[in-house]
């Protein structure tokens, strides 16, 4: 059993992400989202980023800032990884949080770190949250010379709701739209109820999953590699027992603006998992998830890395024993495993 926390630092600190990584257990059982405002979003990290605050947008939200950390090390540019916190998706401002969580990991491992804000479901409702992940990498790609990356290698990870949004990333890249549809069988009745016919009734959604969050459209928002950390990727089977959808009092009923009973086509739009069937061109996926995790349901993680295991894009699929949502799942080995799998599928693109 992998016992080790998180990866070796100061006391203050440990205690200080074990805290954070609690609240983000207790945000699963709330139907109303929390006020992040009140102290995670100021917190400061150990390490000043060299690049602070960086509007990713061209506007004036604080939701569409990023935090860029570079190695002491090493020579420039440097390849990166784009980081995503987790919040149940109801915070706009905990980059500095994903720092703590991995960025020293990453960091040490010679990649520059991208910390990322994104809109809350307060914000904006589904898809706006992708847009801005997409239109972080845009913008990554166009002004890589003047951040010092070398935008041949660009990672993605995040945990929880950030893992959501990272596997999003990955499956999507390379798609500007996408189409879900549902056929269903009316059965017709007189005013006697007695039936005199049927006819099939198919209901459409058309998704814009690119967005133009900050323009430089005519850069790709596709990543090279993926690191999802228990993220929710199914919806469909989100709910306890992983046979059915949560209740309209859910984070995701949160992001979608509904209860999920009521839009199947949009808790399907809203699932990494449903985009992953037949394709091609995926990068590669490493999945980390504990099997004791009591926020996102460790099946989760396992059909995800199922259907990705079909297609031929799984790395591997990591089970921590005894492993929470975040705690114990957290430590050394997989910081490891995380650092190891980047730095190999960046060898592939010199």
């Known amino acids: ?9 100061t006391k203050m600190r440990r205690l200080l992400l074990f805290a954070v990584l609690m609240l983000m257990s207790a945000i699963g059982a709330i139907a109303q989202p929390p006020d992040f405002h009140a102290g995670f979003g100021n917190m400061k990290p150990p390490v000043d980023p060299d690049f602070k605050d960086v509007n990713y947008a061209g506007d004036d939200l604080e939701a569409h800032r990023l935090d860029i950390y570079l190695p002491k090390t090493g020579k420039a540019p440097y390849k990166a990884v784009i980081a995503i916190y987790g919040s149940a998706w109801f915070s706009n401002n905990m980059k500095a949080i994903t ?3 991995f960025g020293k990991p990453l960091l040490d491992a010679g990649f520059a770190v991208v910390c990322i804000n994104h809109r809350s479901s307060g914000d904006e409702k589904f898809p706006a949250q992708i847009h801005d992940v997409n239109g972080a990498i845009r913008f990554i790609k166009a002004n890589a010379e003047k951040y010092k990356i070398d ?3 660009i990672g993605i990870t995040g945990f929880s709701s950030g893992g959501h949004l990272a596997a999003m990333a990955g499956v999507t890249g390379t798609m500007k739209t996408k189409s879900f549809n549902i056929a269903e069988t009316v059965v017709l009745v007189d005013k006697d109820s007695t039936k005199f016919g049927e ?7 058309n998704l814009d999953i690119e967005g133009n969050v900050g323009g430089n459209t005519e850069y790709s928002s596709a990543v090279d590699a993926v690191v999802d950390w228990f993220g929710p990727v199914d919806m469909t089977r989100m709910n306890s027992t992983c046979d059915g959808v949560n209740d309209g009092k859910s984070p995701e009923a949160a992001l979608m603006g509904c209860a999920p009973a009521d839009n199947p086509l949009m808790v399907s739009a809203i699932s ?8 091609t061109d995926l990068p590669r996926f490493l999945v980390i ?13 396992k059909y995800f890395s199922e259907e990705l295991q079909k297609v031929g894009a799984l790395e591997e699929f990591i089970t921590v024993p005894g492993g929470q ?12 495993k995380m650092t190891d799998f980047f730095l190999n599928e960046a060898k592939k693109k010199k």
């Open 1 to 9: 059993m992998i016992t080790q926390l998180i990866y070796n630092t």
């Open 289 to 301: 998830h504990g099997d004791a995790d009591n926020v996102v349901p460790y099946c989760q993680s």
């Open 199 to 205: 006819r099939k009734i198919t209901y459409s959604l």
């Open 325 to 336: 949502h975040g705690p114990v799942t957290f430590n050394d080995d997989t910081f490891k």
């Open 151 to 153: 935008d041949s290698f």
């Open 272 to 279: 990494p998992l449903r985009y992953v069937a037949n394709r």
């Open 99 to 101: 720092y703590f969580s």
